[in-house]
């Protein structure tokens, strides 16, 4: 009797631990949402920084290796992102390739268009000037344009905040690129010994676990980056040889503009299709219509069954596990943060589900001491050793196809710490 005494208690204990467990991480989340909210500023800062780094630090540590200073090769990786950058501003409006000619002729034709909606919407009443002078037309159409009218001043009103809130938004987005670009250079010269003292503080027990969260950390954001680029690129070309077939007008711009609001998620893609679709009406109803079903037809079958594949491939996580993150991060940034942080949720997930798999394997495989990855497996897809050995670490890190991590690995195990200090030299 004691011992069936004893076994509840037991069991009541571990339900209580749980049950208190789950209270104090929903307490922290929301501790957590609470200070981002209110540090949105310096959480830009660092996503941004983090995004340089990551870009430029494989052609700093590449001059490095060649004997270049870091000081002098961080220099030189700004030289080169800014050349790249002028670069492309150049492709998509020098005269040269036929874009700038687009995208001039596609903003002087904004107040032509203007001018055709007013023109047809006058022909239209000429036409059926005996129908609107109906009195229970005009009623309607008192009524509708009263309702018109106070629709539009609502609109007013919440655009006139909403362009403060834009205004504001740009301010802090320049603001925290800005402080990012100090930040990232010094970050990138002193990145080595930023790793060893990070690794001093960790400690020798925790060295493994220090490089197989780098290596995760540095492949999963370098995917990340990598795929999303691609994505855009893909979308851009798939929609820019739609309106050249449909004969469209500035069919290159507005490709590329498709292309690159397709980072917004959801609302992107949209806009790229609603901008084609304004342009083509001009040229036929159903040239428009086209554009816009063509459009939508392009991105989602890129974010069906391009872009998941996409992911998979660079960050390591599968299609649908995609696009679940997805879903989660933009409910959950919603929640967070009204519209704006259902897109940053939805751009934040894939990249925390990956990191956050990773380490599930690691410390699954650690603790459990069985296999978790197989060349079978469907969420937890990899290629264990051939000897049979339980290797958690390679397990974690090592994507599927992709050998990157494998790589990184063998650079940060084959005598040296995970951020460039020979073992046993901390």
């Not at 655009?159 to 670009?181: D, H, P, Q, R």
């Amino acid at each position: 009797m004691s011992d069936n005494a004893d076994l509840r208690m037991e069991k009541t204990k571990r339900w209580f631990l749980v049950v208190w467990t789950c209270v104090g991480g929903i307490l922290l989340t929301g501790v957590f949402v609470y200070l981002i909210n209110i540090l949105s500023v310096p959480v830009a800062i660092l996503l941004w920084t983090v995004v340089i780094v990551f870009c430029l630090r494989g052609t700093v540590n590449k001059l490095e290796s060649k004997g270049v200073p870091r000081i002098a090769g961080t220099a030189i990786a700004y030289v080169l992102m800014v050349v790249v950058l002028v670069l492309v501003f150049f492709l998509m409006f020098s005269p040269a390739f036929g874009f700038g000619d687009q995208f001039k002729d596609l903003l002087q034709s904004i107040p032509g268009y203007i001018n055709d909606l007013m023109s047809l919407a006058n022909g239209v009443y000429a036409q059926y000037s005996d129908v609107f002078q109906n009195d229970s037309v005009q009623k309607y159409l008192n009524d509708a344009l009263s309702a018109l009218g106070s629709a539009a001043s609502d609109v007013a009103r919440q655009s006139a905040t909403g362009m403060v809130a834009f205004g504001t938004g740009l301010v802090n987005t320049c603001m925290a690129i800005g402080f990012a670009l100090v930040i990232a250079f010094w970050i990138l010269i002193e990145l080595p010994a930023l790793g060893r003292e990070t690794m001093r503080l960790a400690g020798p027990n925790r060295a493994e676990t220090m490089t197989m969260l780098h290596v995760t950390f540095t492949r999963v954001m370098g995917g990340y980056i990598k795929g999303t680029l691609i994505q855009c690129g893909i979308i851009g070309l798939g929609c820019g040889i739609l309106f050249a077939i449909l004969d469209i007008p500035n069919y290159a711009a507005l490709g590329v503009i498709a292309g690159i609001l397709n980072i917004i998620p959801i609302v992107g893609p949209w806009l790229g299709g609603a901008l084609a679709a304004i342009v083509g009406v001009f040229v036929s109803p159903w040239i428009a219509v086209a554009a816009l079903v063509g459009t939508i037809v392009i991105q989602q079958v890129v974010y069906t069954f391009v872009s998941p594949k996409i992911m998979a491939s660079s960050v390591d996580i599968h299609p649908a596990l995609t696009l679940i993150a997805l879903m989660a991060g933009s409910a959950i940034g919603g929640a967070m943060s009204g519209f704006t942080g259902s897109l940053v949720g939805m751009l934040a997930s894939i990249p925390a589900v990956a990191v956050m798999k990773s380490v599930f394997v690691y410390y699954f495989e650690k603790h459990t001491g069985r296999q978790l990855v197989a060349e079978d497996g469907v969420f937890f897809q990899g290629t264990p050793k051939s000897d049979g050995t339980l290797d958690p670490i390679a397990d974690a890190t090592s994507p599927h196809p992709d050998i990157s991590a494998a790589i990184e690995r063998v650079k940060v195990d084959g005598g040296k710490g995970p951020f460039g200090k020979r073992k046993g030299k901390q």
